[in-house]
């Protein structure tokens, strides 16, 4: 009998399975104009909304469920909690708890995410099978046409929304063209394979020629070269693995040829060869810095790391000299625009173990999947495992978006699913009878226990939710031209920092408003709570200095310059000033090493030429 077919247990699963697709579409889709982080927050809700639900389910499998320690259910499990629990770890120790949580702005990448998308994986290894992956595969060719659709739209100049994008228009559902073009890129590869599966209908095969066009067009036209690579390496590993297990005659030809591709491919980008031209972009000079300043973090703290996405705290002190020299003093990163280097330096040994871990299993399931299977289930095993490949390949020189990382876990929980599904059927103690007996005996749990998971998720939610709000509320009335204005600002400012699970950079922004709108000392005392609650932010330093300089206390800015020179150790703006206040207070000693400080690392700077004229 196919597999496929004895692989469906529709009555139980059916439901769920269908929240799972509806949560992976609602998070890679929506987005909330009016918020101050229209995509990464609302994304993150939906993200825990739906993964508090389905908790319900994975915990009523594991109850009913006795696993053994050689089990592939265990191992994926134990390596999962691993995972977790190195990210609760790294969290007790970062220095902002609440950045660790939720994760930075424009990031969201906290601990709550993770968790999340670990719940995503265990579900989707637990529940699907090759109807499901079918049904996943089916649903993403519309996903495709919605995003690629948005695209187009946005390359025509015909957007429903007025962006403020200071990046190419073709941004669709995602915030930036990068992150658009990767995920178009992961739904193209999944397109492009459908075309070869047998069973699937001509409907379903002509909406992903549709995919595929607009996809691709739109992703050229987002001048993001990264989407046309990830097409590029899918299509080539599943070029190979399939004719490595189908066709033994020209195999090597086939590796040779896919080999050398790659490698030409990877020499373009490293600017060497013959495909320099094509492939070769200066943001990959950029990422060296990026890369290298996360191995530094990793050194300094390799088993904790500097905090749970808190890249961006502690790039000024890690980067290399060259960064500030060749793009600005005041330039800085939040992300190592690489996933493995950003577990590494923000989560520490454990963290980046454990999700290597769950990426070499599931690397080596997939490629179990495609050697036990045949026909279609060997296609869709293959075109689960080449997705999840070029996922990995943006992973690379990307940054872990919520709309395309939840892609990744669930192509992850699919292609282990496939595995867990197998070893069932074959299992002589498997069968559906005892299967829905089991089932209908506790079928009260899962909504119970899915309710109660919600309950906190929907409060931490609702204050993310209102913090968004809040803070865009707080930008448009201090920019509006409103007679009461004033006083509409120090409201939903004061509704905003006095709110829970508020982003302590939503308060530092609503303080700044404060003050243009006079409310000086009220913002100062604000601020100062900002500081003590985390003394490592740049920017609460900054303004901290250029107040005490406004009102003459020359020993707090020095204070609070010698601070900003410790976390930021290559800013010549920084020591000028530093400079300056040194003189304003008769210290000529001291002002004269800041000339010298300067002179050390940039001696042909502008900064330079105004620290001899200043401090001489």
């Known amino acids: ?10 009555d139980t699963d059916s439901a769920s399975v269908w929240v799972l697709i509806l949560g992976l579409t609602m998070v890679t889709i929506y987005f909330k104009q009016n918020f101050e982080d229209p995509f990464n927050t609302p994304k993150l809700v939906l993200l825990l909304v739906t993964a508090g639900w389905l908790l319900g389910h994975v915990i009523e499998y594991y109850v ?30 970062s220095d902002v708890f609440l950045t660790g949580l939720i994760g930075d702005t424009q990031r969201r990448n906290g601990l709550l995410g993770y968790l999340a998308l670990i719940v995503v994986l265990l579900f989707t290894s637990i529940r699907f099978n090759y109807f499901y992956s079918l049904r996943l595969i089916k649903s993403s060719i519309f996903i495709g046409i919605a995003l690629s659709s948005y695209g187009l739209l946005q390359i025509s100049g015909r957007d429903f929304v007025q962006w403020n994008n200071p990046y190419n228009s073709m941004i669709s559902t995602l915030g930036n063209p990068n992150f658009a073009s990767a995920l178009l890129a992961v739904l193209t590869i999944i397109s492009v394979l ?77 600017q060497i060869g013959p495909l320099a031209n094509y492939v070769y972009k200066s943001s990959v000079s950029v990422r060296g810095y990026y890369w290298k300043a996360a191995y530094e973090m990793f050194k300094s703290r390799p088993l904790t790391g500097v905090g749970l996405d808190s890249y961006g705290s502690y790039f000024k002190q890690f ?45 080596s399931i997939g490629l179990i999947n495609v050697k036990k299977s045949s026909d279609d289930e060997q296609k869709i095993a293959l075109l689960l495992l080449s997705a999840w490949i070029g996922f990995q390949a943006q992973s690379l020189i990307s940054i ?30 498997f069968n559906s009878k005892s299967s829905s007996k089991k089932s209908s005996s506790i079928n009260l749990f899962q909504p119970f226990a899915s309710t109660i998971i919600l309950i906190p998720i929907l409060l931490i939610s609702t204050n993310l939710w209102n913090s968004e709000s809040n803070m865009r509320l707080v930008r448009q009335y201090a920019y509006s031209d409103i007679s009461d204005k004033r006083l509409q600002v120090y409201n939903y400012s004061q509704k ?68 900003i020179s410790l976390l930021d150790p290559w800013n010549a703006d920084n020591y000028l000033l530093l400079g300056i206040a040194y003189k304003q207070i008769g210290d000529v000693n001291k002002s004269k090493n800041m ?20 401090l001489s």
């Open 400 to 429: 872990d978006n919520i709309g395309i990382s939840i892609w990744g876990w669930i192509l992850s929980g699919a292609i282990i699913g496939l595995r867990i599904n197998f070893l069932k059927i074959k299992s002589e103690n």
């Open 496 to 563: 905003l920092i006095s709110g829970s699970f508020v982003d302590p950079k939503y308060k530092f922004q609503a303080s700044l408003h404060m003050v243009d709108n006079g409310y000086v000392e009220e913002s100062y005392k604000q601020i100062l709570d900002l500081y003590q609650s985390d003394p490592r932010n740049l920017d609460v330093l900054r303004w901290l200095s250029e107040y005490s300089k406004a009102v003459a206390r020359y020993d707090n800015e020095i204070l609070y310059r010698s601070s």
């Open 1 to 10: 009998m196919n597999q496929a077919k004895k692989s469906i247990i529709k």
């Open 194 to 270: 459908t075309l070869f599966i047998k069973s699937v209908q001509k409907m379903y095969k002509f909406f992903a020629l549709l995919v595929i066009v607009s996809s691709i067009v739109a992703i050229i036209k987002s001048n993001s070269i990264q989407g046309l690579l990830v097409i590029i390496i899918g299509l080539l590993f599943y070029t190979l693995i399939y004719t490595y297990f189908n066709f033994h005659r020209i195999r090597g030809v086939v590796i040779i040829f896919v080999t050398s591709s790659f490698g030409l491919l990877i020499a373009g980008m490293l």
């Open 595 to 614: 000339l010298e400080k300067i002179l050390s690392f940039a001696p042909n700077s502008d900064v330079a030429k105004k620290a001899i004229t200043e």
């Open 319 to 363: 980067r290399d000299v060259g960064y500030p020299l060749n793009y600005g003093f005041e330039i800085t990163s939040s992300n190592a625009h690489n996933i493995y280097l950003q577990m590494l330096s923000t989560g520490g040994l454990f963290v980046g173990l454990s999700y290597c871990s769950i990426l070499f299993l599931v690397f």
């Open 64 to 93: 009913k469920n006795r696993m053994k320690i050689i089990s592939l259910d265990f191992w994926i499990l134990a390596l999962s909690s691993f995972f977790v629990l190195s990210q609760a770890f790294s969290l007790y120790h």
